[in-house]
């Protein structure tokens, strides 16, 4: 008899003595990633920026920024190698419950229109087109646009 086995997925702080681990897998996610610096300076009381590892090896990350009642999803990753299995809903969820847990009321985030996945993972979760930021982000086309999407909270 075979029994499966359940691996050992865990979401923890991402510190800022970590920021430099994170980098391989920023790297390989997007055409144009953030530099360490840029990265490291989403530190600070107002970052929400979280780790996901899978068996102890990171795979994935997030940082959210809280502004009073208003939490903006800035960056999610899962390494390549290991997209498309549920990683990244799972680190989207736990973005979602961090927010729950601060009383937000309004979510925000800015993604390429061109990032069909990610769009229907935010879209999945209930998040809607709000506007677009046209030539937002670089693009081997040159620029392109970004949408603004938006999801709300409601609490009894
Ligand atoms: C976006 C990202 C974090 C999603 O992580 P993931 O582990 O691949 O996603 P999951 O396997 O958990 O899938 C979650 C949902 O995403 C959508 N999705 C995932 N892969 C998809 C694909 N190839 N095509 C269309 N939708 C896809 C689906 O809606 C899926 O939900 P479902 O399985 O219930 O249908 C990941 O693709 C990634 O790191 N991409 C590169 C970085 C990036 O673009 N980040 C977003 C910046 S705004």
Same mark, same amino acid.
């Given at each position: 008899?075979?029994?499966?086995?359940?691996?050992?997925?865990?979401?923890?702080?991402?510190?800022?003595?970590?920021?430099?681990?994170?980098?391989?897998?920023?790297?390989?996610?997007?055409?144009?990633?953030?530099?360490?610096?840029?990265?490291?300076?989403?530190?600070?009381?107002?970052?929400?920026?979280?780790?996901?590892? /899978?068996? *102890? #090896?990171?795979? %994935?990350?997030?940082?959210? =920024?809280?502004? $009073? !009642?208003?939490?903006?999803? +800035?960056?999610?990753?899962?390494?390549?190698? /290991?997209? *498309? #299995?549920?990683? %990244?809903?799972?680190?989207? =969820?736990?973005? $979602? !419950?961090?927010?729950?847990? +601060?009383?937000?009321?309004?979510?925000?985030?800015?993604?390429?229109?061109?990032?069909?996945?990610?769009?229907?993972?935010?879209?999945?979760?209930?998040?809607?087109?709000?506007?677009?930021r046209?030539?937002y982000y670089?693009?081997?086309?040159?620029?392109?646009?970004a949408?603004?999407?938006?999801?709300?909270?409601?609490?009894?």
């Amino acid at each position: 008899m075979t029994s499966a086995v359940k691996k050992t997925i865990e979401i923890t702080p991402l510190l800022l003595e970590e920021v430099d681990l994170i980098m391989p897998i920023e790297n390989s996610c997007h055409a144009y990633p953030s530099s360490l610096k840029n990265l490291s300076s989403s530190f600070s009381k107002r970052y929400y920026n979280f780790k996901m590892t /899978l068996e *102890g #090896k990171l795979i %994935g990350f997030y940082m959210a =920024e809280l502004v $009073l !009642d208003e939490m903006t999803l +800035h960056n999610i990753c899962v390494s390549p190698s /290991l997209q *498309g #299995k549920g990683y %990244g809903k799972k680190l989207f =969820e736990h973005f $979602l !419950d961090s927010a729950r847990a +601060h009383k937000v009321v309004q979510l925000w985030l800015e993604v390429r229109e061109s990032n069909a996945p990610a769009i229907a993972l935010y879209q999945n979760s209930g998040f809607d087109v709000a506007g677009t930021r046209r030539d937002y982000y670089p693009s081997a086309k040159g620029r392109e646009d970004a949408l603004l999407m938006g999801s709300m909270l409601f609490y009894d």
